[in-house]
């Protein structure tokens, strides 16, 4: 059996239009992930009481179960949980009117969010300590310190990691498929139930998937340069921060 490039050519062509809200299901996810992980990073550094078991048990659980899983926990899920409460409040919405890409959105966010925990948590630890006391000296109060100090150059050693999140949450929205959200592989699967050439519209999938990574892989190196040589960090020529 020949490989029907013409067909790959063709199914090239009609995935570039999907993938719009595979960026959208990415980075809408990578957007809260972050937020997560910057909340729960900070939790877990200072010890905040109450909080921070639950958040030693949350970034557990995630890492310790299959993106999959999540999925489906999320989607077979919330729908009870909404639909009781709905019962109980007397709503009139019901589960069946929420959009079924808002559940790949918070599947994907829980997800991201215990592993960037983990990425923000080893970039705030990278500080050095004199710059945190410093800052105290001059009267900063521990937000000011956080936002004006710490942050910045955290962000700065996180953005290697901060890529391959991206990266991956790119490649996790393919699981967005399972659920029957229209993206690149569910167009890419029912392309190929069409024409029984499953190679052939894979391959275009595999293609696009490529070429958008590599997309964010040069615009977060250009980010990681430019930051790293405002923020004057370590390995960055002092005539380049000029």
Known sequence: MAFDFPFMVEALFKLMLKIPISLEITFVSLIFGFLIGVAVALIRIYRVKILCRPADFYVSVIRGTPMLLHVYTVYLGIPLMFDALAKYAGWSARSKDIPTIAF???????????????TVRSGI??????????????????????????????????????CNSIVSLLHGSALASFIGVSEITNTANMLAGDNWKFFESFVAAAILYWGCAIVIEQIMGYLERKMARRCGAPGVPASSAA
């Open 104 to 118: 790949i959105f918070i599947a994907l966010s829980v997800n991201s969010g215990a592993y960037m925990s983990e």
């Open 125 to 162: 630890l990278a500080v050095q300590k004199g710059e945190i006391e410093a800052g105290y000296s001059v009267g900063m109060t521990t937000m000011q310190v956080l936002r004006r100090i710490v942050l910045p150059q955290a962000l700065v050693v996180c953005l290697p990691n901060l």
